[in-house]
């Protein structure tokens, strides 16, 4: 995914607002583990990390560095599964790009990310409070998950369904 910010962009506000984002979204921070054959996720801590600022001269450059970076090999296991980029042309306008592993996110979400990153961006530019929400935790879904399996709601749904589909219906077979 890709953002052109078409004002002056601070860089340095960038940076910090994509690193706020994987701070407080614990999806960036999933990483996947083997042990004895046993594949895990978990959770990794959060470190500051830097990203790279590419000088572009104009736009038509910005689907070369995009080929770049989709062609990129995510190391599955005990990794970063995303990668930003930030690019920069000479009136000061730029951008950014994700390369982010479809188990962590699609399309979808991609839309989404940008919105909280330039959300984050602006408040920081203009010294209001970052809101963090929560809701679209990945620990919270598990954990709401659980939650729901273990509730007299959820019995009165699987009964529902089992109900429902006590008798499968007949397959309607189309012929030419």
């Known amino acids: 995914g890709t953002a052109i910010i078409n004002v002056p962009v601070n860089f340095d506000v960038l940076k910090k607002a994509i690193n706020l984002l994987v701070k407080y979204n614990d999806s960036f921070r999933m990483h996947i583990t083997s042990e004895h054959n046993d594949i895990k996720q978990y959770v990794n801590s959060f470190s500051e990390f830097d990203i790279e600022i590419i000088d572009i001269e104009s736009k038509d450059e910005i689907s070369n560095i995009e080929q770049s970076i989709s062609k990129k090999i995510f190391e599955l296991f005990n990794s970063n ?95 030419h």
């Not at 996110?105 to 991609?110: M, N």
């Not at 602006?122 to 809101?131: C, F, V």
Request: glycine letters at 4%; proline letters at 3%; one cysteine or more.
């Open 81 to 175: 599964l995303f990668e930003f980029k930030i690019f920069r042309l000479p009136d000061k306008t730029g951008g950014f790009m994700l390369n982010i592993h479809h188990l962590l996110s699609d399309s979808w979400t991609l839309g989404l990310i940008c919105k909280k990153i330039m959300t984050i961006y602006e408040n920081l530019l203009n010294n209001k409070p970052i809101e963090i929400i929560d809701e679209q935790s990945y620990i919270n879904f598990l954990e709401n998950e659980r939650n729901y399996n273990s509730s007299s709601k959820y019995e009165k749904d699987k009964l529902y369904w089992e109900t429902t589909f006590s008798s499968v219906p007949n397959i309607v077979n189309l012929s």
